[in-house]
């Protein structure tokens, strides 16, 4: 059963604020990991710290990440933010 992808306000304006190609990718991978929740095939990893009840995951496509929540009762998968790799900071 697919996931439904919630992309809010914040997020897509992120997106369109990246290349074209590259927003099209991370789309692209949030709709795949969406259908299938396959999370070595799309490399999501659960973000350390984040809340119990509603963990975060990050979704990596190239140098870029996508910070996602999960709401298993709902069926959703809600993008917060695609946000390009800073530094040695990864997420």
Not at 15 to 36: H, K, S, T, W, Y
Request: proline residues 5%.
């Amino acid at each position: 059963m697919a996931y439904m992808v919630i992309i809010p306000n914040h997020a897509k304006k992120q997106l369109q604020d990246l290349p074209p190609e590259q927003a099209i990718r991370i789309l692209d991978a949030i709709e795949g990991f969406a259908g299938d929740l396959d999370y070595v095939r799309y490399d999501v990893r659960k973000v350390k710290g984040s809340p119990r009840e509603y963990p975060r995951y990050r979704l990596r496509s190239g140098e870029y990440r996508a910070v996602l929540v999960i709401h298993r009762n709902k069926l959703i998968i809600e993008v917060v933010t695609g946000v390009r790799k800073h530094g040695g900071m990864d997420y």
